[in-house]
């Protein structure tokens, strides 16, 4: 049975978010959760792979617990670094484009200037480091038809996340102390799905270079800021959200300070970056609210 698309951890927030997108467009499209499909095994992937023919394959399957990565490295980086591997090897073999999402902390978080595409990479934590050696692999063994598509502080109707969290605690504490030494980009996955795919859809039409792109919102700020901003689209007083530091919150894996990112690269596939974050936030505020 032949797809067009192919979606690895089609369960997840940001795969569901994609399958969506794609199916708007009527692009004829397979989801695999991670039971259906296992990335780390080359035999399972050779199996979905050839079964289902695809032009694209997006890579949404991830190990995305960064604290639990710093003690469990070597089982993060078979799903972050192997995984990735396995899929560009069958891209490779079969001329079919992936698209991988990864993250901002393959950087050091250490900049005053947001990141570009072509900035060095210095990981921290457990979780960057696998992260980076999937890049790596999709990148060297896909030189004209991988994608690499960072993203970060991503949140969605699909999934926990930041921001639904802070709708929950709204409800249940008086005030809040929120961590506002910490610079990033809130991301709605429903941009981000619509990019990878327009993205995709560019690297079959042959406008879209590969390599490395960023899907981030535009503009920046803190999760300070971030939590202020969801207590008002709730009509709640800002006020009782209260700035602190990262040293309030001691976590195994170091979180970066800085993580914003610049998206210049889109330019060259005719796409334009994603919106402001504060934009993208009151959209998707009632299906946040109205979330299970």
């Known amino acids: 049975m032949s797809s067009s698309w192919l979606v690895t951890g089609a369960g997840g927030m940001l795969g569901q978010d994609v399958l969506a997108r794609l199916a708007r467009d ?49 089982e993060a980086l078979r799903i972050n670094g192997d995984g990735p591997r396995l899929l560009a090897e069958m891209c490779a073999e079969r ?6 999402v990864s993250t901002d902390y393959v950087f050091d978080g250490t900049a005053g200037k947001p990141y570009g595409e072509d900035a060095p990479t210095a990981p921290r934590s457990a ?20 994608y690499v598509v960072r993203t970060a502080w991503l949140y969605g109707a699909g999934g926990g996340n930041f921001a639904r969290t802070m709708i929950k605690l709204e409800g249940v504490k008086d005030t809040l102390d929120v961590v506002d030494d910490q610079l990033g980009q809130p991301t709605w996955t429903v941009d981000l799905a619509d990019r990878l795919v327009r993205l995709g859809q560019g690297a079959l039409a042959g406008t879209a270079p590969a390599g490395v792109y960023h ?22 007083d800002p006020e009782r959200v209260r700035p602190t530091t990262s040293a309030a919150f001691a976590r195994p894996a170091p979180r970066p300070a800085y993580s914003v990112l610049g998206h210049d690269r889109w330019a060259s596939a005719g796409i334009e ?20």
């Not at 989801?31 to 992937?45: H, M």
């Not at 992260?131 to 896909?142: D, H, I, R, T, W």
């Not at 919106?275 to 959209?283: F, T």
């Open 26 to 74: 009527g692009e004829s499209t397979v989801g695999l959760d991670r039971k259906a499909l296992d990335i780390t095994d080359a035999a399972d992937v050779r199996r979905a792979v050839e079964e289902h023919d695809p032009a694209v394959i997006v890579n949404c399957a991830a190990w995305t617990a960064v604290d639990d990565a710093e003690a469990q490295e070597a």
């Open 95 to 100: 001329g079919i484009v992936l698209l991988h």
């Open 127 to 146: 979780y960057g480091r696998t992260k980076l050696a999937g890049e790596q692999a999709v990148l060297s063994l896909l030189p004209g038809t991988g």
């Open 215 to 236: 899907g981030t919102s535009g503009g920046e700020t803190t999760w300070f800021g971030y939590t202020r901003a969801v207590f008002e689209l709730l009509g709640a």
């Open 273 to 292: 970056p994603i919106r402001d974050w504060r934009e993208a936030l009151a959209e998707a505020f009632p299906d946040l609210r109205g979330a299970r």
